[in-house]
């Protein structure tokens, strides 16, 4: 089956870096996403990555992709409280045309 | 524009009832995504419409899910009768044309059913 997979928990300290990280098994996905979710709220596309990418950077935020690994991280550079959130990896497999979410991961950012 | 609406925000029902959700999708988009979130499947696509037609439902876990998307500007998702285990929070979002793009978030509903 398609499944995205993602640690569930990653805690760090204000002003570290965070790397979250996430396995998926569609090869042909074309692009892949990371989504925030701040509490009580919806989904927010974060970033995305083009599959024939390595690396996609966006100021504070790095995207790695490797694809002969099918692993994806997401690094926070200098995190910050308002980090703190769920952050979910994405896929579109190539036999649907639905985003398939792993699972989060929460972020806690201690002060 | 105001976002993705979605009402109400929080329904609390009892086993049997019928419960409708409801969304208003962003002005000018042609996808619209119901998704569930729980704590142990996480997020899951319920249906996918495109231009109002429904276009992959294979994840309305069963007939008592139904969802209708009679315009451009609102859909529901019907649960009748509902159960205990449909409590979740329910999110719609749209996106301009289909999965790939970005996909917009209601603020979701959160459902119990006692």
């Known amino acids: 089956g398609e499944d995205v997979e993602q640690s569930l928990f990653l805690s760090v300290r204000e002003g570290d870096s965070s790397v979250i990280n996430c396995t998926y098994t569609?090869?042909?996905?074309?692009?892949l996403y990371w989504y925030k979710q701040e509490p009580g709220a919806g989904l927010q596309l974060l970033t995305y990555?083009?599959?024939?990418?390595d690396m996609k950077q966006d100021q504070r935020l790095t995207v790695l992709l490797n694809k002969k690994d099918k692993h994806l991280s997401l690094r926070i550079a200098d995190t910050q409280t308002g980090d703190s959130a769920i952050y979910f990896c994405?896929?579109?497999?190539?036999?649907?045309?639905?985003?398939?979410f792993g699972k989060g991961t929460k972020l806690s950012v201690k002060p | 524009d105001a976002g993705v609406i979605q009402s109400p925000r929080h329904e609390v029902t009892e086993m049997g009832q019928e419960v409708t959700l409801r969304c208003k999708p962003i002005s000018g988009h042609n996808s619209l995504f119901w998704y569930r979130q729980t704590m142990m499947r996480g997020l899951e696509l319920l249906i996918y419409?495109?231009?109002?037609?429904?276009?992959?439902d294979s994840g309305m876990p069963e007939d008592r899910f139904s969802a209708k998307m009679p315009n451009a500007s609102f859909s529901t998702l019907k649960i009748q009768p509902s159960e205990p285990r449909d409590s979740a929070v329910y999110f719609c979002?749209?996106?301009?044309?289909?999965?790939?793009?970005?996909?917009?978030f209601g603020p979701g509903t959160r459902l119990t059913v006692l």
């Open positions: 994405a896929e579109i497999p190539g036999s649907q045309g639905n985003l398939i």
């Open positions: 419409f495109n231009n109002n037609v429904p276009i992959d």
């Open positions: 569609d090869s042909s996905s074309t692009y």
């Open positions: 990555i083009f599959s024939n990418m």
């Open positions: 979002a749209s996106s301009l044309q289909g999965a790939e793009d970005e996909q917009f």
